[in-house]
T-cell receptor, first 113, second 114 residues
Framework: TQLLEQSPQFLSIQEGENLTVYCNSS?????LQWYRQEPGEGPVLLVT?????EVKKLKRLTFQFGDARKDSSLHITAAQPGDTGLYLC?????????????FGQGTILTVHP | GAVVSQHPSRVICKSGTSVKIECRSL??????MFWYRQFPKQSLMLMAT?????????EQGVEKDKFLINHASLTLSTLTVTSAHPEDSSFYIC??????????FGPGTRLTVL
């Protein structure tokens, strides 16, 4: 069974601060997705990382996939209240797993104005 | 592209009745659809995986006779909660993928069983 440990579970910061969310596993993933979810809505895909060591940027968000494809991080620069939400990382095992994702526990981010 | 819809968005039902939730991929053909359950402020819990035309694969601990999944076409999957009870109240989310690892999620359905 693959596990994906996501931390921190809760993050409460002031507008303008930087933050990093981590996802770690002892398993190798073929790809890793990051999603953001707002209350009462479904998760929205932010990015998919596939190659070990890959770095992707989405405006103020920077996503990194570990060299060994076992871990990933999400860094937000100068957080804004609109960044508030539940952030989820999810890893795909590939192979015969038929696209099943292993989800992290989630990080509830609150950015105060 | 990659839009997934769910219907209804909210449903309230009496204990003992059955409720059907539809999941549609609007602009792509989904080789696989997934059904999740989510409790407040928690991550997603996979219930089952379904491929068009074949029986769904349920995760351990999920009662297949209670949560009936039908995947009739490449764009439609349904989840029926049979004989619903208050403990089945939850947020149900579907997702769809098109032969890649990336899943696209629907907006979710809030089920409340009285």
């Amino acid at each position: 069974t693959q596990l994906l440990e996501q931390s921190p579970q809760f993050l409460s910061i002031q507008e303008g601060e930087n933050l990093t969310v981590y996802c770690n596993s002892s398993s190798v993933f073929s790809s890793l997705q990051w999603y953001r979810q707002e209350p009462g809505e479904g998760p929205v895909l932010l990015v998919t990382v596939v190659t070990g060591g890959e770095v992707k940027k989405l405006k103020r968000l920077t996503f990194q996939f570990g060299d060994a494809r076992k871990d990933s991080s999400l860094h937000i620069t100068a957080a804004q209240p609109g960044d508030t939400g539940l952030y989820l990382c999810a890893g795909a095992a590939g192979g015969t797993s038929y696209g099943k994702l292993t989800f992290g526990q989630g990080t509830i981010l609150t950015v105060h104005p | 592209g990659a839009v997934v819809s769910q219907h209804p968005s909210r449903v309230i039902c009496k204990s003992g009745t059955s409720v059907k939730i539809e999941c549609r991929s609007l602009d792509f053909q989904a080789t696989t659809m997934f059904w999740y359950r989510q409790f407040p402020k928690q991550s997603l819990m996979l219930m089952a995986t379904s491929n068009e035309g074949s029986k769904a694969t349920y995760e351990q601990g999920v009662e297949k006779d209670k949560f009936l999944i039908n995947h009739a076409s490449l764009t439609l999957s349904t989840l029926t909660v049979t004989s619903a009870h208050p403990e089945d109240s939850s947020f149900y989310i579907c997702s769809a993928s098109r032969a890649t690892d990336t899943q696209y999620f629907g907006p979710g359905t809030r089920l409340t069983v009285l």
